[in-house]
């Protein structure tokens, strides 16, 4: 049986797409392919092949603190001796 193709079209960020493209290079396979394997993969597991951990309510707080300098404090190699 012919599989069936669609043509779709995605947003990618060009630094991604040309780093990810360059890694699939090594393995000899497309852009493409790598979506495709990707879909079929999260069928297989019914979700992401992969996991993605949420950060906790104190892991977000310093994030938001680091990005907006505040509770920041810039220390040196020897403090933390």
Do not use: H
């Not at 947003?11 to 360059?22: F, M």
Request: without cysteine.
């Amino acid at each position: 049986m012919l599989a069936t193709q669609n043509n779709t079209s995605l947003y990618l960020d060009l630094d991604l797409k040309e780093q990810a493209t360059n890694i699939f290079q090594k393995y000899g396979i497309s852009l493409n392919e790598a979506f495709n394997l990707f879909l079929k993969k999260s069928i297989d597991n019914k979700g992401l092949p992969f996991e993605i951990k949420t950060p906790n309510k104190e892991t977000l707080e310093a994030m938001r603190d680091v990005q907006s300098g505040d509770n920041y404090e810039t220390i040196d190699l020897e403090d933390l001796k």
